[in-house]
């Protein structure tokens, strides 16, 4: 019985997901999504607070996120759960009731070319209840963000290329 109710509530986690081509190697999409202290320049979803902290596994950052433009940065201190260079960037945030994982994953899709995944998981007994009401705005700050990534290593990519 018990793994009955564990497989179902796995399976029915929440989640909100993007992915977005990139023509650069996935080496530079790494290092541009690595550099948290940049992130203001080119990313109007997530922020860095504290640039003195950089990202390493099992470390808390402080962060902010802004769901729809205008609105004002909700702030978060998640613990970094994976670092894979190049690969993989992973992190959690708790409250009472409440587990959120990003994950930003990169994958080599052609030479020169790399796609951008960003996965947003909820879990936890309040899940069901507070995902609903931001759900909506989540997921536009999840394709925005990809959008501006997108967007600010091609163009960086040209101006590196004359």
């Not at 729809?68 to 993989?88: A, D, N, Y």
Request: aromatic share 12%.
């Amino acid at each position: 019985m018990f793994d009955f109710w564990l497989r179902s509530h796995l399976i029915l986690m929440p989640s909100l997901y993007t992915e977005i081509e990139i023509e650069a190697p996935k080496e530079h999409v790494w290092e541009v999504l690595f550099r948290k202290e940049d992130w203001r320049q080119w990313n109007t979803f997530l922020f860095d607070c504290d640039p003195t902290k950089p990202f390493q596994r099992g470390r808390e950052v402080s962060l902010s996120l802004r769901r729809l433009e205008g609105e004002e940065e909700t702030e978060f201190q998640p613990t970094i759960t994976l670092i894979r260079p190049s690969v993989c960037l992973r992190w959690v945030s708790k409250v009472p009731g409440l587990q959120n994982e990003y994950t930003f994953e990169l994958q080599e899709i052609g030479p020169g070319r790399t796609k951008y995944i960003h996965r947003d998981n909820f879990s936890g007994l309040l899940s069901g209840v507070f995902l609903p009401f931001i759900r909506q705005d989540e997921k536009q700050g999840l394709k925005r963000m990809a959008r501006q990534l997108k967007r600010y290593i091609e163009r960086g990519m040209i101006y590196d290329r004359r």
